[in-house]
């Protein structure tokens, strides 16, 4: 499941950037951004626990 996030989170930072220098999408790329964020910062909390 862990993997699965952490693949979530790179694939909404992938899409982030890509929507950051098109410029086209506004603002649902930096709640993109946001939600990538909040799934790395669980992969880490998670990691730490185990």
């Not at 951004?33 to 185990?50: E, F, T």
Request: cysteine-free; hydrophobic content about 70%.
């Amino acid at each position: 499941m862990s993997n699965l996030l952490y693949t979530i989170a790179i694939v909404l930072i992938i899409l982030w950037a890509v929507g950051f220098f098109a410029y086209s999408a506004g603002g649902i790329i930096h709640i993109l951004l946001v939600i990538a964020v909040i799934a790395v910062i669980l992969r880490i909390i998670q990691g730490r626990r185990l």
